[in-house]
């Protein structure tokens, strides 16, 4: 829309004084309509004078600016309103901006002064997108260049959590045609990181290589040393946080602590009884099953069963570290609205604790929830109406008042995620025998038929520091935004599945993960 198309409300008991700031915004385009008091510009509106933006004299014979503005909003809360005032007071400013006021002008003002708040207020949004739409152009062709030229983990990193802003900062804008660019380059991205993942994975878990902190360091490289340091420390695990919701939660904590970002990337499979039994052990899977085989029963179909013991995994990890506590370590687990209720009137008795672990399993009950209800399709039918939905849970949620009681503790908090999840959007035929694992994103068992383009094969799972369970053993791990479906009614769950939440596979949203150091603030 263009200047011609927007109409002005000047109200001033002085307005024949303003005849060459009127002339001069006309000039521009501008249809200027006046009234010389408060009165005359409610009657006005009230009339059916509809205006794009309203000029406001603070001080005016008969009705006030303060008083004019209050009824002007309750008649049209949504046009945006200038005051004019002499007055620099900061009680004013205040009375004003809790009256809805949008912008102030101080006077004598110059006309540019006027012309430059009205297209802040009306033009701004759009001027912001072509402002972005120039900006994303050239750093998009610069994170492509560099995303088809030869990176380590390191750049991996840098270049994800680039990508991750960008998915914020074009939250503000809704440019379809920026969003589909951007989803564009994420795709090409996780194409290229598969294939990087592919390459050097297996020198990862062998140590063969440099290589990034994966799920076994992440204790031991963040909470671990605080402990040592005789630091009051909580270990905070959200289940299936990705790295996009970990920054869109971050200004809500600002205010609390000073935040540290560090990042570390999830062991294959990205899924919960893998990634998250090894933060909580500080080992590998297939050392889990060969030392612990009690904790862990590999041959279960239920992928919760086995995550029931990360308590004691915790407590061997404390004892292996020589990390002695007194009270012992307290170990708490939340899935449901009464447990995270009741955990939130207890937080003052964990006072004592030098050491809690806590894992939250809301996003990833929410992600696997969404599969299912027609509901949350329609709340949150894409990713930024998901992040956007995680993020107003969690600023009304008991977590954030668990975590704001852990800053008034002065206790320090590490908190991290097991696993992020991608958005399945192409199936994948995988074909193997009813003992092959059900889940959507990998699949262990025997003589698995699958694509290689669209599939990473382990083949051998002790090179990988996985589970074997026998010799014929294999995983097949989904590669970018792939889902596995099997022959049988496989249009069916192509359907069911599209467009759902998953994890366990490769991709920068599954793989490249947030840990935070929150150092309360004093």
């Known amino acids: 829309m263009n200047a011609t198309e927007r109409k002005i409300l000047w109200v001033d008991d002085e307005i024949d004084m303003l005849k060459p700031h009127i002339i001069f915004l006309e000039q521009r385009g501008y249809a200027v309509n006046t009234a010389t008091s408060g009165e005359a510009a409610l009657e006005d509106v009230k009339g059916g004078g509809s205006y794009d933006l309203i000029l406001l004299d603070e001080m005016m014979v008969g009705l006030d600016g303060l008083s004019t503005l209050e009824e002007l909003k309750e008649i049209d809360p949504s046009v945006p309103v200038v005051m004019v005032t002499k007055s620099e007071e900061e009680e004013l400013m205040n009375d004003a901006l809790g009256r809805r006021i949008d912008d102030f002008l101080i006077k004598p003002v110059k006309p540019t002064q006027v012309l430059l708040a009205i297209k802040r207020l009306l033009d701004g949004r759009k001027m912001a997108q072509d402002q972005m739409a120039q900006t994303y152009a050239a750093e998009s062709n610069q994170l492509r260049q560099r995303i088809m030229g030869p990176m380590d983990w390191r750049d991996w990193i840098q270049t994800y959590t680039r990508l991750v802003q960008w998915d914020l900062d ?12 951007h989803a564009d380059l994420q795709h090409m991205a996780n194409a290229e990181f598969s294939r990087y993942v592919e390459r050097e994975y297996e020198g990862w878990v062998n140590d063969e290589t440099d290589r990034p902190l994966l799920s076994p360091d992440v204790f031991n490289t963040f909470a671990g040393p ?3 340091a005789k630091k009051k420390v909580y270990f905070v695990v959200l289940d299936c946080m990705r790295l996009d919701h970990w920054m869109s ?11 540290e970002n560090h990042y570390y990337y999830s062991i294959l499979p990205t899924a919960t009884p893998f990634s998250r039994n090894s933060l909580f052990s500080g080992e590998w899977p297939v050392k889990l099953t060969d030392h612990y085989p009690g904790l862990w029963d590999t041959h279960s179909r239920d992928e919760y069963s086995k995550n029931r013991y990360e308590r004691q995994l915790m407590d061997l990890q404390l004892q292996r570290m020589g990390i002695r506590l007194s009270p012992e370590h307290k170990y708490i687990k939340i899935y449901e609205k009464d447990e ?3 955990v939130q009137r207890q937080m003052t008795s964990y006072h004592d604790y030098p050491f809690v672990s806590l894992v939250y399993n809301f996003v990833d009950i929410l992600s696997h929830s969404r599969s299912e209800s ?9 990713e930024p109406a998901f992040r956007s939905l995680v993020r107003s849970w969690f600023n009304h949620s008991a977590l954030y008042h668990i975590i704001a009681e852990m800053a008034r503790q002065k206790a320090t908090v590490v908190l991290t995620t097991d696993h992020g999840a991608v958005l399945g959007k192409r199936a994948a035929l995988v074909r193997g025998n009813k003992e092959t694992s059900t889940n959507l994103r990998y699949k262990f068992g025997s003589n698995l038929g699958y694509n290689e383009k669209e599939t990473f094969l382990i083949g051998d799972p002790a090179r990988f520091k996985l589970p074997s369970d026998g010799a014929s053993k294999q995983y097949a791990i989904a590669k970018e935004d792939y ?14 599945y599209r467009g759902s939440f998953q994890h366990g596979g490769i991709s920068t949203e599954e793989m490249i993960l947030p840990c935070a150091v929150l150092t309360p603030r004093t």
Request: aromatic share 12%.
């Open 374 to 382: 027609e509901i949350l399709q329609e709340i949150a039918p894409d």
């Open 170 to 181: 074009l939250d503000r804008v809704r440019d379809p045609g920026l969003r589909q660019a």
């Open 226 to 228: 605080l402990l040592k």
């Open 483 to 496: 889902y596995f479906v099997y022959p049988t009614e496989f249009h069916r769950y192509e359907r069911q």
């Open 249 to 259: 939660l971050i200004p809500s904590l600002e205010p609390m602590f000073s935040i």
């Open 340 to 342: 995270a209720d009741n």
